[in-house]
């Protein structure tokens, strides 16, 4: 009787510990679901807030990497750019694109990643969404403010891709150029910021 109890022990030591390790992977493993779907994952990023978050869509589904740039970048000083880009706004102006998607119609899932420009989708975006065509693929936004907001930008999107499926978008406090507060996705904040991106990720059906 004492063999046999030492046995029972011994077994439910080894189980709990088996228990454990799975556990472990399985937090730590984050793997996309999807993985015959082909993804690609455009962004734009004027302060390096965007394309952090674009990196942890990266390591967690696989997709391809892609920053969008203009032919003619904006100016680097930050007013100047305002006024070009509330010129833009206005007239509808949309500024080419020196970005290429070979093969666009290969993907099956587009990442859309953007700042909140004046509350709005910045408008190399808009050439970005206007120059495929993108009918019958999901669309995914994500962004990065100043703490004011998406504004009108994921609503502009879904009106920009009437024949794609636009998934729930994520949004997260990044930089504040007018403020000084440049890359500030880094250190802690990084962290904070990926788990967050995980559980969106999980909850639209892209990450175990």
């Known amino acids: 009787m004492k063999r046999t109890g030492k046995y029972f022990i011994m077994l439910s030591v080894l189980i709990s510990l088996m228990t454990a390790c799975l556990k472990a992977q399985n937090h730590t493993g984050n793997k996309p679901v999807f993985t ?3 993804i690609l994952i455009v962004y734009l990023s004027r302060t390096g807030n965007t394309k952090a978050v674009a990196h942890m869509i990266q390591k967690y589904t696989g997709g391809r990497l892609m920053a969008i740039e203009l032919e003619k970048p ?21 500024p080419p694109l020196s970005t290429k998607v070979d093969s666009i119609e290969s993907y099956d899932v587009i990442f859309v990643g953007f700042p909140t420009w004046g509350m709005q989708l910045p408008p190399p975006m808009k050439s970005f969404l206007n120059s495929y065509k993108l009918k019958g693929k999901q669309i995914i936004p994500f962004n990065t403010n100043g703490g004011y907001g998406i504004g009108s930008s994921f609503e502009k999107i879904k009106a920009l891709c009437p024949d794609s499926k636009v998934m729930d978008g994520f949004t997260v406090t990044g930089g504040s150029e007018r403020n000084g507060k440049l890359l500030m996705i880094v250190g802690a904040k990084a962290v904070e910021v990926e788990a967050e991106v995980i559980k969106w990720l999980s909850r639209i059906g892209f990450t175990k």
């Open 36 to 38: 015959d779907q082909k």
């Open 74 to 94: 904006y100016p680097e000083n930050y007013r100047q750019t305002v006024d070009q880009v509330a010129r833009e706004n206005e007239s509808g102006f949309l």
